[in-house]
């Protein structure tokens, strides 16, 4: 099930491998909305894509969103040949450390386990992180993938001369 009639080209990809709660998508959602990124959601899924916290959280952007969910992990990369980003607190490089460009796509994990020992080990050279204390294990979600979209758009507008 997706949106067939997205309002706007994708420049951006995001992807939430086996995402669990329907608030973060929902978040997400939102800032795809905002940074003209395209959702997608790799099955199984901790709630239902019609679930009502899922669009509480997006608001009325869900209907703008460009989003798709696909079955598993095969299907995405068959759907969508994209560079890819993998994003895990136990990578060593940092994200800022990454040339994005347009059309990339930008993993997350689920909020519980985060990505497969498999997927990092196929991509470990694509592998980053989002520095943070040792005072936490994880940031949430959907700030995580916020401050992801918006480095790589920063990126796009330095090489612009913006």
């Not at 869900?62 to 798709?68: K, Y």
């Not at 890819?84 to 689920?110: I, N, Q």
């Not at 990126?155 to 913006?162: E, L, T």
Request: charged share 25%.
């Amino acid at each position: 099930m997706s949106d067939s009639n997205p309002r706007y080209d994708p420049r951006l990809h995001v992807v939430l491998h086996q995402p669990e709660i329907a608030y973060n998508t929902g978040s997400v959602g939102r800032t795809c909305v905002a940074a003209h990124a395209k959702l997608w959601l790799v099955r199984p899924l901790g709630f239902r894509v019609d679930d009502y916290y899922l669009r509480r959280a997006g608001l009325d952007y869900w209907q703008r969103l460009a989003w798709e969910a696909v079955d598993d992990w095969s299907a995405l990369v068959a759907a969508l040949p994209a560079r890819r980003w993998l994003f895990t607190k136990r990578a060593p490089r940092s994200f800022w450390d990454a040339d994005y460009r347009p059309g990339d796509a930008l993993v997350f994990g689920s909020e519980s386990t985060g990505l497969p020992d498999s997927l990092q080990e196929q991509h470990a050279d694509a592998l980053l992180r989002i520095p943070t204390s040792d005072d936490v294990r994880s940031l949430n979600l959907s700030n995580s993938v916020a401050i992801a979209v918006y480095e790589a758009q920063r990126q796009w507008q330095a090489r612009q001369g913006r």
